[in-house]
């Protein structure tokens, strides 16, 4: 059983060949690299240039000798805080698999690593058929997005904890954020599940092998994940609507403490601007005049509070 692994020379494309399969890998393609693909592979034009578009929609396409695949996977990113899609383009075969991506899917870089360095992952990952190995690649992918989404959800229980002890502009923005990088995930994983219902359900002969169970499986994980991200897309909404009612709660609160004072102060204002007049008052003459008027004053603002105890409005 034969075993080569290589880089072409001046080119962003290695390979691995394992008995009769072969796994091309091409990181960060350019026009040469495209260019090789052509001459090597009959790959239909519009599927290359697909290979180098940033913005092309996952899909699955089957020609006579070969599929074509266009798969977008979750890559957090740290500057944005929100989670970005990584495209990963995917020509399938009877004997070969080619995987033309941007380098940052670690798993696709790992597996691919791994098969070249180690024997036993050669013969694990591609002794069985070119189908087999769509299967581990699109596997260590899928299983790559739950950590993500375990992130997120750990993120929005921090927020919820934080959002019942203190209300600040930083919980808001937190939401806010959360709420953008759960949508962004959605957007990015909702297009799966029907290119793997598709390998699941269709029968492509090149591929050798019946794996309708396999990706069964990869499709029931992609199905948890978007379960999980509508269920914390809810949990994040009923955050928004517990913040907007803390808040208001909180504003009232201040609001009815402000009026409460400005009430009992009302009367000492009000014998002060009395007393303030250049017009004959009663007390004015008499030296507990001043005595007299501050007891008068805090006596009516003492029976506000009182009064405003006695109606529980305090």
């Given at each position: 059983m034969s075993v080569v692994g290589k880089k072409e020379e001046q080119l962003n494309v290695e390979w691995i060949k394992w008995g009769r399969i072969t796994w091309v890998?091409?990181?960060?393609?350019?026009?040469?690299?495209?260019?090789?693909?052509?001459?090597?592979?009959?790959?239909?034009?519009?599927?290359?240039?697909?290979?180098?578009?940033?913005?092309?929609?996952?899909?699955?396409d089957e020609y006579e000798n070969?599929?074509?695949?266009?798969?977008?996977?979750?890559?957090?990113?740290?500057?944005?805080?929100?989670t970005t899609p990584s495209q990963v383009s995917i020509f399938i075969g009877e004997d070969y698999v080619v995987t033309v991506h941007s380098g940052d899917l670690?798993?696709?870089?790992?597996?691919?690593?791994d098969c070249q360095q180690n024997e036993r992952a050669r013969e694990d990952n591609m002794a069985r058929s070119s189908g087999y190995l769509l299967y581990r690649i699109l596997?260590?992918?899928?299983?790559?997005?739950?950590?993500?989404?375990?992130?997120?959800?750990?993120?929005?229980?921090?927020?919820?904890?934080?959002?019942?002890?203190?209300?600040?502009r930083d919980t808001v923005q937190e939401i806010s954020l959360l709420g953008r990088d759960i949508m962004a995930y959605r957007?990015?994983?909702r297009p799966q599940p029907a290119i793997l219902k598709s390998l699941e359900e269709k029968d492509y002969p090149f591929l050798r092998e019946d794996l309708d169970v396999y990706f069964g499986d990869i499709g029931d994980h992609i199905g948890k994940i978007i379960e999980t991200l509508d269920e914390y897309k809810e949990v994040v909404e009923g955050l928004y609507k517990s913040?907007?009612?803390?808040?208001?709660?909180?504003?009232?609160?201040?609001?009815?403490?402000?009026?409460i004072l400005g009430t009992i102060l009302l009367?000492?204002?009000?014998?002060?601007?009395?007393?303030?007049?250049?017009?004959?008052?009663?007390?004015?003459?008499?030296?507990?005049?001043?005595?007299?008027?501050?007891?008068?004053?805090f006596a009516i603002s003492g029976g506000m509070l009182f009064y405003f105890r006695f109606k529980r409005w305090i």
């Open positions: 890998n091409v990181e960060k393609p350019t026009p040469k690299e495209i260019e090789y693909l052509a001459k090597n592979y009959l790959f239909h034009p519009l599927d290359l240039e697909d290979c180098r578009s940033r913005i092309e929609l996952p899909k699955i070969y599929l074509f695949l266009v798969l977008h996977f979750p890559v957090f990113s740290k500057e944005a805080r929100v670690k798993p696709l870089s790992k597996l691919f690593d596997d260590r992918l899928v299983d790559y997005c739950f950590p993500i989404v375990n992130k997120i959800i750990a993120n929005v229980e921090a927020v919820e904890d934080r959002l019942f002890s203190e209300v600040t957007r990015i994983i913040n907007d009612s803390l808040f208001s709660h909180r504003t009232n609160d201040v609001m009815k403490m402000l009026t009367p000492l204002l009000l014998v002060a601007s009395l007393y303030g007049m250049n017009v004959p008052l009663p007390f004015e003459d008499s030296s507990l005049a001043f005595t007299v008027i501050i007891l008068i004053s």
